[in-house]
């Protein structure tokens, strides 16, 4: 049998043994796994037999010198729905972003790649997590989101979900760094790479490691992936200030922050905390599993179509188990008397951003599965429509047992305008179904098992218009010391999203190379 | 999804019968025809998986790391 024979054989071959699966399976998870454990051997096989092409003769260097990438972003949002005060409040959140990513030859095969990411946002939405916070809304003198504000006083203490506040929360910064090894074989047809990360936040702690392998045949016409990647985070669970300070005095409302604190019920009545209709959270027990761990693998394959088309498919399975749900996220039940601290009269106004100075009592925090798995599905084409102008795509079919699916769609359209400047127009759209759990504000029911007001969550559509321009200089004439410039690129997006959620990113990133 | 995945298996190898030569390859190796997400792109997909629930299939991260979905 020749080459090209045996390809059309095992194609064929794949295509009925899979098409006739699929044609029978149900949409059920656990006969896709051994569908992908399938094809993973037989790709290992069909690479295995396409490995002696003859493209042997000359070993180019993977990478020719250092590469370093410097990119920063600014990114900016807002919307009446944040999680964080219960689906509703305000959500304006600034976010400033920079990474370095260093990418060093070791020799003609070996790569590694050193990357460090620091973030750093500001955030109206969850520096409601103390809500109450002296500076900001309630007006007293202590500054901090702990629960130790025991001398609470009921003369001016309040707060909105609909103005920021000033603790701890209110900003935080988010840091990264990845170490990545790859080698490829001589005739630059299998790839193997690991990788070590960390990344690090006043609540989150997170460590991963991974793996790939990737086999190019066919001429390097054709390329399959396959990679494994393992998450092992940790929460430093931070929860809103009623529930924190309740569960620290004992589920005494005489004592430590609710002390002094004026309760109000529904009608703007005080209430006898004495009596028998007070203020009681749900649940007493909040966070007890603070791991969350992420198990993926993603298989991979690409082939080149013509001289001017190529087309690339990808699928991830991905188990997370732990808690999965944040801490820092309030729930109201419709079934529940509702409980304020604050202005009374303007508690009939609570959901409208005029109310400045009340706030309500949350009932518990958002409760979500222990466990989820995810299927992403996506693809890209990529095709060279003539010097000038090049058409990107991308799409994804996504769909997870929180009952959640989505498609997302985008393009791109790069134009050359000069041999060192090309522009970038590009359209995104994505839609999602609302996961099982998700209700608005007020209409979650104490009696289910799992409930959230994460808009995230919910079910919407998203417009993203974006505009970007890259310079690029394959002869890097411009030089900064032993830096020399090979590309610089500027863009700019604008999301909408049918909660009313708005958004800004600009994004600036540099390569250079060092000599 | 039944389509979907059919789609993706089809097209897979039914296609991987064609060879174009290392030297019929200048088009494909433009730098803006690249089969992934581009390194500007990083901070966009980002947010993107924080602001939404789906992620991954676009050769990145598809899950841990933040405290997002």
């Known amino acids: 049998m020749n080459l090209s024979n045996k390809n059309y054989y095992l194609s064929t071959l794949f295509t009925i043994r ?24 037989f790709t290992i096989t069909f690479s295995q037999e396409q490995d002696n092409d003859d493209t042997k003769d000359y070993k180019k260097r993977v990478l020719e010198n250092i590469e370093i990438d410097f990119l920063t972003s600014y990114y900016t949002q807002d919307g009446d729905n944040a999680a964080v005060t219960g689906g509703i409040g305000t959500e304006e959140l600034t976010d400033l972003a920079s990474e370095i990513v260093i990418s060093i030859p070791m020799n003609d095969d070996d790569v590694l790649s050193i990357s460090a990411e620091i973030s750093t946002y500001t955030s109206a939405s969850s520096s409601n997590l103390d809500p109450f916070d002296s500076s900001g809304a309630s007006g007293g003198d202590d500054d901090d989101d702990d629960d130790d504000d ?159 088309a190529q087309i690339s498919f990808f699928i991830d399975l991905v188990q997370q188990e732990g808690w999965l749900s944040s801490p820092l996220q309030r729930v109201y039940f419709k079934d529940r008397d509702n409980f304020y601290v604050g202005n009374a009269s303007s508690i009939s106004n609570y959901t409208s951003p005029n109310n400045r100075d009340v706030f309500q009592l949350a009932d518990d925090i958002e409760r979500l599965p222990s466990s989820r798995f995810k299927i992403p599905i996506g693809t890209r084409l990529s095709y060279y429509i003539n010097e000038i102008f090049v058409l990107r795509t991308y799409y994804r079919y996504y769909t997870d047992d929180w009952g959640i699916s989505a498609h997302t769609a985008e393009f791109e359209i790069p134009i050359k305008i000069t041999d060192k400047f090309t522009l970038y127009p590009s359209y995104r759209y994505y839609t999602q179904t609302a996961a099982d759990y998700f209700a608005p504000y007020e209409e979650n029911l104490s009696t289910q098992e799992f409930y959230t007001s994460d808009y995230d969550l919910s079910d919407f559509n998203a417009n993203q218009y974006g505009f970007g321009i890259k310079y690029t200089d394959i002869f890097t004439k411009i030089q900064f010391w032993k830096f020399k410039l090979k590309s610089a690129e500027l863009k700019y997006s604008h999301y909408d999203r049918s909660t009313g959620l708005t958004a800004d990113i600009i994004s600036l990133g540099f390569n250079y190379i060092f000599e | 999804m039944k389509k979907v995945l059919y789609l993706f298996f089809v097209v897979s190898f039914l296609t991987s019968c064609v060879a174009v030569k290392e030297y019929e390859k200048v088009n494909i190796n433009d730098p803006d025809m690249v089969l992934a997400a581009k390194k500007s792109n990083k901070f966009e997909t980002s947010f993107q998986v924080y602001r939404e629930s789906a992620s991954g299939a676009n050769g990145g991260k598809s899950g841990g790391g933040c405290g997002c979905n």
């Open chain 1, 18 to 41: 899979f098409g006739n699966h699929i044609a029978k399976k149900k949409s059920n998870l656990s006969k896709i796994v051994p569908l992908i454990a399938s094809l993973f051997f």
């Open chain 1, 150 to 308: 025991d001398d609470g006083n009921s003369s001016g203490v309040t707060g909105s979900p609909w103005i920021e506040s000033s603790g701890d929360s209110r900003k935080d910064t988010w840091i990264n760094a990845n170490v990545g090894y790859s080698h490829s074989s001589d005739d630059r047809n299998k790839i193997w790479s690991a990788n070590l990360n960390f990344a690090n936040e006043y609540d989150y702690t997170s460590i991963g490691f991974g793996g790939s392998h990737s086999w190019l045949f066919n001429e390097k016409n054709s390329e399959f992936g396959i990679s494994g990647n393992a998450y092992f985070d940790t929460w430093n669970p931070k929860y809103p200030t009623e529930l924190d300070s309740y569960l620290e005095a004992n589920q005494n409302l005489f004592n430590g922050f609710f002390n002094a604190i004026e309760i109000l019920d529904q009608n703007g009545n005080i209430i006898d905390k004495s009596g028998a209709n007070v203020w009681r959270p749900l649940n007493t027990t909040l966070v007890d599993d603070t791991s969350r761990n992420t198990y993926s693998v993603s298989l991979s394959f690409s082939q080149i179509l013509n001289k001017n």
